[in-house]
């Protein structure tokens, strides 16, 4: 059996959700198709489809077999290219994942400027607050915040943020503004809990790393929420310099506490390791460094007032 074949059936299989209709896309006969997806199977030890009368349907075996099933091949094709000298541009679907509000703030324009310049490549993205497997869920690509576990990617590291504790002026220059952590007892605490978020605020001056519980007035599952409040002047918050930054920048927010913020927070763009990497990863991996490195907000954005 030759498996770069049985895997370009399979996959043509799997997009169009049948074996006819991949019979006649390859211009096969069906009993052939069937042949080399079974053959498959067997070598693998596992189904790759339910198979009913009425429908053709990946087993979860063969979900995550067809992500890497049609990176091989996206990246055998991008390799033939290179050998033969035709070699141009990178090609396919480059998918990427990140936190909701930094993709929307930075990934997606960064994006939008990268196919523009690679109209080959097409992109999917996957923004969810919380830590992604990049094999597990066939991605390129992740955007990660905060230090990394040991692990198989590859990392490049291409910005840092801080913890701000912030509150709109209106609410500080009513309620005062807390001079240490203690203070905060005395505050309304909008509480993030999103992603890792807890209400263990975490404080470090002149090397003593302190830890305070605060009392939420409220708890909110989403970054956005918890901003649209604090300008609403209802309270103190406590997020990433870059999820505020526009905010302080433009004078709506204000930050608290700086004196005591802990150690930033580094910024990595990660990908899987191998002996090769697609022109496309590289591609993307070198333009969305460039541009995060030369973004302010993501220096650790320390061009406010100190207090």
Partial sequence: MDRFHALSVFVKVAELNGFAAAARHLNMSPPTVTRLVSMLEDSLGLRLFVRTTRSVMLTDSGRRFFEDARRILMDLEEAERAAVGSYAEPTGELSVTASVLFGRMFVTPILGEFLELYPKISARTLYVDRVVNLVDEGLDVGIRIGNLADSSLMALRCGAVRQVVFAAPAYLDTRGEPDTP???????????????????????????????????????????????LALQGHGIGRLLSYQVAPYVADGRLRTVLNSYEPPELPIHLVHQEGRTVSAKVRAFVDFAAKRLKSDPYLDGFRHRPES
Avoid: C, G, Y
């Fill in 182 to 228: 203690d203070d905060l007892a005395n505050h309304a605490i909008i509480n993030s809990t999103a992603l890792h978020a807890s209400a263990q605020w975490h404080f470090q001056k002149s090397e003593k790393v302190m830890t305070k519980r605060v009392n939420p007035r409220i708890s909110m599952n989403t970054n956005d929420a918890v901003i649209e």
